[in-house]
């Protein structure tokens, strides 16, 4: 590193190589592109994040890292198409998501930015500046004005563009095209991303579950079709996440075909390819779900921390396309979650008193801890008395992977890998703790209650998708109720679980009361009519939807259990009032 009279220059890693230079927009906390970046215009949407209403457009972007949702990829691979995107990336440590988007980019359609991890030191020095000047590995800042000579005509190359992955017979068959153009393109993929994250060598992986049908913009649906084009079939079972549209009634439901179209297509090239059509943000409630133990390569944020932490099957927290990459070749990097030492506790995290809790407790926990916790997996201590069911863990892991990139969490006494702390605290190291008091989580509670009327005009529910349970609940809730008449009640779940619910009778009954049921969709997706266009108020059980729902839909949000969710559907009004257990005594 280097003191110049008018900046520093130093060096990085660079993940993707290239020249730029700009202007920084740059903030000490993460950020998610998908529901926090308008992939049309290059806005920050996350209505939560310091950056808010600021144009990444033909900027330096600095920020920690990604987190949030696996489609951050997808948006960055629109941005960069249609121009709307930054110069270049610069992060503080190693990250996945938003820079495989840049590798689709440069690989598939021949764009690219640099994309530079930096030390926490540099980092820190690049967040205080206005403007940056990247060459390869070199990256100059400063506070104030340019200096486009500064730095030096070379910079350090970095070898190999697969690094010192070691390949198998199988690998190598696939980069030399023996099994075809398109399984080659996949590997080549896979290869530089293994390279990204440290891996040594490659892996089998049993199963996919791929999060890349989500239509983020034409990018998204070219990059699919080339793949098919060239002959992609996938080779291990595959299971599709929630799709943009609800597959079979997109029409009926009013659904403008500017977006039905190229979305229910995104679905279908997928299945072209092999790909179940299961079209759920909740694969692990498939009957294909993931055993303890298992290596799979699952993407969807939510999905891949209950496999890993619930579930205690074995994934990275996969971008979109890397999925469909992994489909196409059964091959995987050895890295991350898929190893022992990195399912270790970074911190640990004791719950107090508890007593009196409601279901909205656990995703209100969970997004609170999840901002604790950052990129770190935490452990929680204090909850196994509570005994919290599955979709209690749902509701938590889905609010956690919202605000935190760290791919799972440990329960004591609850999730299967910590039946004590010992189990997954890191042997010989100490590591950071936090005692946390119940009113601490009022600040979350505030930061998901955007709403200021009392008036609420729809009621979301499944996000992510309802369980079976999630629905007998619900109609449980709602029998011998009247729903409003000025307020819609939709829910959200997967194909398999509403054929179940059909089956069982709770469909007929809610529907009777007054509920819509939409599949193959879900809310992170869904736009008006089946958002009511008049609707100005929402309110939700999801702490994830609570989340990115005033970004992506620009209506206001309340966030509470799903009693309060049934109390406003009958009578139109909800206060953001907390929950007695939450208020101080």
Known sequence: MVNLLDGWIFSGTPYVRGKASGDVVASDLELSFWGGVDPWTGEVIDRHHPLSGRSLKDHILAIPGGRGSCSGSGVMLELLLNGKGPKAMLFEREEDILTLGVVIAEEVFGQSIPVVTLTPENFRKVVRSAFVEIDGNVVFCSADGLATDAIPAHSQHSGHLFGDVELSELDRAYLAGDHGKAAQSAIRIILRMAKLQGAAQLMDVSQVHVDGCIYTGPGSLSFAERLRDLGGRVVVPTTLNSISVDHRRWRSQGIDPVLGEPASKLGDVYVEMGARPTFTCAPYLLETAPRIGEQVAWAESNAVVYANSVLGARTMKYPDFLDICIALTGRAPLAGPHIDINRKAGLVISVGNIEGIDDSFYPLLGYHIGTLASNLIPVVTGLDQADPTNDDLKAFGAAFATVSSAPMFHIVGVTPEAKTLDAVAPAGISIPSIDLRLEELASSWEELNSADEERVDLVSLGNPHFSLSEIERLASMCTGRKKHVDVAVVVTCGRATYDKANEAGLIPALEHFGVQFVTDT????????????????????????????????????????????????????????????????
Request: proline share 8%; with cysteine.
């Open 522 to 585: 879900c809310w992170c997706m869904i736009t008006d009519p089946i958002i009511p266009t008049l609707a100005k108020t929402i309110l939700t059980n999801s702490g994830k939807y609570a989340h990115y729902g005033p970004g992506i839909t620009g209506r206001r949000f309340y966030f509470g259990g799903m009693a309060a969710c049934v109390a406003a559907a009958c009578s139109g009004v909800h206060s953001k009032a907390a929950p007695r257990w939450l208020r101080p005594a």
